[in-house]
T-cell receptor, first 114, second 113 residues
Framework: DQQVKQNSPSLSVQEGRISILNCDYT??????FLWYKKYPAEGPTFLIS?????DKNEDGRFTVFLNKSAKHLSLHIVPSQPGDSAVYFC?????????????FGEGTQLTVNP | DSGVTQTPKHLITATGQRVTLRCSPR?????VYWYQQSLDQGLQFLIQ???????AKGNILERFSAQQFPDLHSELNLSSLELGDSALYFC????????????FGPGTRLTVL
């Protein structure tokens, strides 16, 4: 039962353009969502998060949008840079009752071409 | 650098053996989480400790166990190892209730031959 899904295994964009990574979830108990970036042979690095009471959170070049009714979130990176090339994981948490464990999507490999 | 450390970085062992993976959380963080990343399963939650006590369990095998010590470091013990246990094992920490972001260590790559 895949509660968090990232349907695009890969995405390729040109430097300077927008990268949009998508994530869908099924569990209505999820109340906090996070994006992590992962380089090979390293641990996931926290990027940006959003609470379910918001629909947008912005941090520099990164913006996360949450559509609760559609159970969908997306990460926008503008402008994209070659250093952004990595695997991006969407994760969700159902709060303290579940120990705030994270449920991860399968990841999307982003490649930003110079 | 997330501030979370894990040792060893790589571990190669044989089937049937037992290994211990170690994690030191960020300074001040009371919660420690263990995750497994395998090729076919993605990143899966195993177990969580908070201030020395087990708080939540995921799909952790009975052959696996963990503990968190008074100095807050944690160990994940894997026994009767099978080929399918080969994976990356990540530790993450967070400060505690009300703090939602988890910070991950670099991981331990376990290879069971």
């Amino acid at each position: 039962d895949q509660q968090v899904k990232q349907n695009s295994p890969s995405l390729s964009v040109q430097e300077g353009r927008i990268s949009i990574l998508n994530c869908d979830y099924t569990n209505s108990m999820f109340d906090y969502f996070l994006w992590y970036k992962k380089y090979p042979a390293e641990g996931p690095t926290f990027l940006i998060s959003i609470s379910s009471i918001k629909d947008k959170n912005e941090d520099g070049r990164f913006t996360v949008f949450l559509n609760k009714s559609a159970k969908h979130l997306s990460l926008h990176i503008v402008p994209s840079q070659p250093g952004d090339s990595a695997v991006y994981f969407c994760a969700a948490s159902a709060g303290e009752t579940s120990g705030s464990r994270l449920t991860f999507g399968e990841g999307t490999q982003l490649t930003v071409n110079p | 650098d997330s501030g979370v450390t894990q040792t060893p970085k790589h571990l190669i062992t044989a089937t049937g053996q037992r290994v211990t993976l170690r994690c030191s959380p960020r300074s001040g963080d009371l919660s420690v989480y263990w995750y497994q990343q395998s090729l076919d399963q993605g990143l899966q939650f195993l177990i969580q400790y908070y201030n020395g006590e087990e708080r939540a369990k995921g799909n952790i095998l009975e052959r696996f166990s963990a503990q968190q010590f008074p100095d807050l470091h944690s160990e994940l013990n894997l026994s009767s190892l099978e080929l399918g246990d080969s994976a990356l094992y990540f530790c993450a920490s967070r400060q505690g209730p009300g703090d939602n972001e988890q910070f991950f260590g670099p991981g331990t790559r376990l290879t069971v031959l």
